[in-house]
């Protein structure tokens, strides 16, 4: 079965500390593995996706396959950063229908 | 461009009777997947539509079913609700093709049960 683990319900850490959220993930196939955000009183929006390689807003996500998790990290945390962070996966068929982690909420004290 | 819009934000049912909530993606956007968040069980999938047919289901019973219509705006169905449907409903677009993994979020609608 499909299950994505984020160990981390809360994650307090000081502005400039380095941060890394953690999730783990159970699927059989080849899925894709995707990080959202939800900002105070925002909607749930993509922070980053692995197929892209990318970095947003300073964050970054490697994929290991062998260890079958996808953290969240970032060198210097901004107090911006303060949100609460689901980790997901997409099975990689053409649907849209994720499996979300149980979120970690990232505090970044002054 | 508008972004995905959800109605009504907020909703009081009654045990037993049915609610309906709509959906309206983002224009172009022909895949609509609906999710319900609860503080116990987190986000969880319910079903996605891609032009006007259900493409994929999550593990919910049957009394959640919905639809699409041809101008993508979808609408979920909850019938005979119970307490433990009291949650809040979000509704995800994408253009929903293969390579495409733009999933943008509405605001959601809040079901309260009592």
């Known amino acids: 079965a499909q299950r994505v683990t984020q160990p981390e319900k809360l994650l307090s850490v000081f502005k400039g500390a380095p941060v890394e959220l953690k999730c783990n993930y159970s699927y059989s196939g080849s899925p894709e593995l995707f990080w959202y955000v939800q900002y105070s009183r925002q909607r749930l929006q993509l922070l980053l996706r692995?197929?892209s390689r990318e970095s947003i807003k300073g964050f970054t996500a490697d994929l290991n396959k062998g260890e079958t998790s996808f953290h969240l990290k970032k060198p210097f945390a901004q107090e911006e950063d303060s949100a609460m962070y689901y980790c997901a996966l997409s099975p990689g068929n053409y649907g849209q229908n994720f499996v979300f982690g149980p979120g970690t909420r990232l505090s970044v004290l002054p | 461009k508008a972004g995905v819009t959800q109605t009504p934000r907020y909703l009081i049912k009654t045990r037993g009777q049915q609610v309906t909530l709509s959906c309206s993606p983002i224009?172009?956007?022909?895949?609509v997947s609906w999710y319900q968040q609860t503080p116990g069980q987190g986000l969880q999938f319910l079903f996605e539509y891609f032009s006007e047919t259900q493409r994929n289901k999550g593990n919910f019973p049957g009394r959640f079913s919905g639809r699409q219509f041809s101008n993508s705006r979808s609408e979920m169905n909850v019938s005979t609700l119970e307490l433990g449907d009291s949650a809040l409903y979000l509704c995800?677009?994408?253009?929903?093709?293969?390579?495409?993994?733009?999933?943008?979020f509405g605001s959601g609608t809040r079901l309260t049960v009592v």
């Open positions: 692995h197929i």
């Open positions: 224009s172009g956007h022909r895949s």
């Open positions: 995800a677009s994408s253009l929903g093709g293969g390579e495409d993994y733009g999933y943008t």
